[in-house]
């Protein structure tokens, strides 16, 4: 339960940061005219996007491996709520990127914001070693997935 509660502490964090955003910005997600401000948007979205893919691909693994193997937890509901606590809050955080980087007029703006989004997707690395005591890898171990979701329902 502690790795629950910390883990529920770290998403509503992130989700803390979106949803001010999300009240307090208007989006205007008109075209800019601007090649140089076109082409920054492009790739700084592009960059967040690559850095965000192996955390939302573990949110998936962690939501299918509860939903096949929920015999190896002692609350799977839990295990599987953690994984989408980690995919939503990163999906959320990658529309805000996008819907914010199209406001920008000027490359340094779009930049700027580029680097506040990584760096709220990264809360979860930058607290977890700061975290006394909250070795995951070491309580989980190694996992294998030995069945597929449709091997259950059938």
């Known amino acids: 339960m502690d790795i629950f509660y910390r883990a529920l502490f770290m998403g509503v964090m992130q989700f803390t940061f ?10 205007d997600l008109t075209y800019k005219n601007d090649t140089a401000v076109n082409f920054c948007q492009f ?11 192996p955390d939302v691909r ?33 999906i959320s955080t990658e529309i805000c990127n996008l819907m914010r980087a199209y406001q920008n007029k000027k490359v340094q703006d779009v930049v700027v914001k580029f680097a506040a ?6 809360v979860p690395k930058l607290l977890h070693p700061s975290m006394e005591t909250f070795d995951i890898q070491k309580c989980v171990g190694k996992l294998s997935l030995r069945k ?5 329902q059938a």
Request: neutral net charge.
């Open 117 to 122: 989004f990584a760096t709220l997707v990264a």
């Open 18 to 27: 979106i949803v001010t955003l999300l009240m307090n910005e208007t989006f």
């Open 43 to 53: 790739f700084c979205v592009m960059i967040l996007h690559w850095q965000c893919l």
């Open 58 to 90: 573990n949110g998936i693994y962690m939501m299918k491996y509860a939903l096949c193997c929920p015999e190896e937890f002692n609350q799977p509901m839990t295990a599987f709520l953690l994984g989408f606590i980690q995919f939503t809050a990163i």
């Open 148 to 152: 597929g979701r449709k091997a259950v």
